[in-house]
């Protein structure tokens, strides 16, 4: 421990934690995460949803997840998404992601304030997240 605070103080490391990511990365992946919950219950919209946020085609995500338990559908999914990707972020933009991170929640909080929103649809609302280092 006293190795690691030395060397920090000697030479500030350039990321956060391994284990955080964008704000906007997250939002994605939580909204990915229930969207295939609900597209695995035969759910044909929620793949379209799904391939419209990650880029990818409906038909490629039924692939993916045909015959499937959860669990290893979405690492199928983790893995074959450029989208899904896990990425640093840099110090430098800690004060952008929590910025970033109150817009998500405010309007989450919104959302869920005025009707219950269907997976897919929060899913196309997310894509106006833009980039996610942006915020």
């Not at 391994?18 to 994605?28: G, H, S, Y």
């Not at 609900?38 to 995500?61: H, I, K, N, V, Y």
């Not at 692939?63 to 999914?77: I, N, Q, T, V």
């Not at 992601?97 to 219950?116: E, Y």
């Amino acid at each position: 421990m006293a190795d690691t605070i030395r060397r920090r103080l000697e030479r500030a490391d350039q990321e956060l934690d391994d284990r955080l990511e964008p704000a906007t990365d997250c939002a994605r992946r939580a909204l990915a995460r229930a969207t295939l919950r609900r597209a695995l219950e035969d759910d044909e919209p929620c793949f379209r949803a799904l391939g419209e946020m990650l880029g990818m085609a409906a038909q490629t995500l039924g692939c993916l997840a045909a015959s499937r338990p959860f669990g290893e559908a979405w690492e199928l999914l983790e893995q074959s998404s450029v989208r899904l990707r896990r990425r640093l972020v840099p110090v430098s933009m800690l004060q952008a992601q929590v910025r970033a991170a109150g817009a998500i929640l405010d309007f989450l909080d919104q959302a869920q304030s005025t009707v219950s929103i269907e997976a897919h649809d929060v899913a196309r609302s997310a894509a106006g997240f833009g980039s996610p280092m942006e915020a």
